[in-house]
């Protein structure tokens, strides 16, 4: 059941008033089946109207902040996400189906995010540049104006620190659009940015459907930067959107991470790090990795003790704190267990036990380990967007780094292996917007700057490098002889 909320779920943030819509959808509990309530169904109308708001805030108080008050802002968000971090928490694990422990996890992050951003907000400077005689130039950094933010279902508080923080650092005003299938923890971070003493307008949330309130913020012509976190489908539709309004996107959409093992490596170590960069919110994270390269001669031992793990990971509703949760819908569902279809010629060498008592209506399905999975199998390639892992052995160094870039993505890679050499020409081989050396980071790193090649997307957000996208560079020339 919903804890009491300090705000009507069914509302919109417009201009810092709470607002019903005309119409709602149910938010499921993909734990149960169960309703939890109303959100929005946010029309076109209210889109303008969270654009226009937008709009007013940056012609008005929220305009004229400074960076250092924008950045105490954002530092007392940070706080009273942490005040709150319980019920984020609460609502996280309801919402997404995500386990009690890493829900905490993406709290604790936003907060991060909020103190990260505000803490970097006055510290974003232009140049000067040395020009002809008797100039000075120098540059500034400017917001772009109204950022439209399109967020998914799997990491809602970790996108929302990303996205939404870098842009309000820089002093844009935002739209949110979060994802139907969970957007509580969207609302309850506009209520806390509201107590925090953000200005009204400059954060408006609008919940509801992708095709209608998402395309409606994606294609209006009052957004100057969309950001958008999703699928290659959808991502295409909004860049085509931008490109009729001709603004900048940052799109993130995902990939098939490798991470490649060469017998070198310190097994132990790298194991937690190999099972569980997969299994993660039911593989439902965008930067999973999906793929393991194990090099020939450790590739039985690494299986054996992966498949191992497997066995031994706990299934459950979210609220019981499992390794595995279900995953966000049965809509999601379907659509992974279609996907699933092409692994009848693979051998799959372990399953996570289902256990009997899960609610029937749950959106659960079975964790499994696949190996070996040619490289160029749809196994090895599509995105599945569930806890499946596949194991791909190799022989040789090259080897590994073809395979390893042989997809339509590039988000993340991970390699172990104890030679310094070959980390060093492995992290520059490597066709992937981050590569992890003897660790992994699946979702994690406030201050590491992230964000794909290939059908994996375009733009940074994270770190310092959001900063720059989420804002426009004006250069000044005076002559003055
Ligand atoms: P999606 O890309 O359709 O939805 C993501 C967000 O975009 C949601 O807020 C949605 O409301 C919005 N949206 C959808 N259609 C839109 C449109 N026409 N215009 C504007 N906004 C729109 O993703 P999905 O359907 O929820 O999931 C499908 C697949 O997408 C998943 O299986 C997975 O492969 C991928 N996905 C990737 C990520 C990621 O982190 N990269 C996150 C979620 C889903």
Partial sequence: MLPTLPFD????????????????????????????CQIARSTEADVDAAVAAAQSALDGAWGRMSALERGRCLTRLGQLVLEHADLLTTLETLDVGKPVTQARADAIALARYCEFYGGAADKVHGETIPYLDGYTVYTLREPHGVTGHIVPWN????????????????????????????????????????????????????????????????????????????????GKTIQKFAAENVVPVTLELGGKSPQIVFDDADIDAALPFLVNAGLQNAGQTCSAASRILIQRKIYDTVATRMAKAYRAKIIGPASSDPDIGPLISTRQKARFETLLEAAHDVPCIAETPIPKDLPPD????????????????????????????????FDTEDEAIKIANGTIYGLVAGVWTDSGARQMRLAKALKTGQVFLNNYGAGGGV???????????????????????????????????
Avoid at 13 to 21: D, E, M, N, P
Avoid at 165 to 192: F, I, S
């Fill in 9 to 36: 779920p069914s509302h919109v943030l417009i201009g810092g008033t709470w607002r019903s819509t005309t119409d709602t959808l149910p938010l499921v509990n993909p734990s149960d089946g169960s309703t939890l």
């Fill in 155 to 234: 990491y809602p508080m970790q996108i929302i620190g990303r996205s939404v923080g870098a842009a309000l650092a820089m002093g844009n005003a935002c739209v949110l659009k979060p994802a139907e299938d969970a957007c509580l923890t969207a609302l309850m971070y506009a209520h806390l940015a509201k107590e925090a003493g953000f200005p009204e307008g400059a954060l408006n949330v609008v919940p509801g459907v992708g095709a209608e309130a998402g395309a409606a913020l994606a294609r209006h012509p009052g957004v100057q930067h969309l950001s958008f976190t999703g699928s290659v489908q959808t």
């Fill in 362 to 393: 749950g959106a659960y399905v079975q964790p499994r380990l696949y190996g070996p999975v040619p490289p160029d199998h749809p196994l090895a390639q599509d995105e599945l967007f569930g806890p499946v892992q596949v194991l791909i052995p």
């Fill in 447 to 481: 201050e590491l700057p992230f964000g794909g090649i290939g059908k994996s997307g375009h733009g940074r957000e994270k770190g310092f490098e959001a900063l720059y996208g989420f804002s426009t560079l004006k250069t000044v020339a005076a002559k003055h002889g």
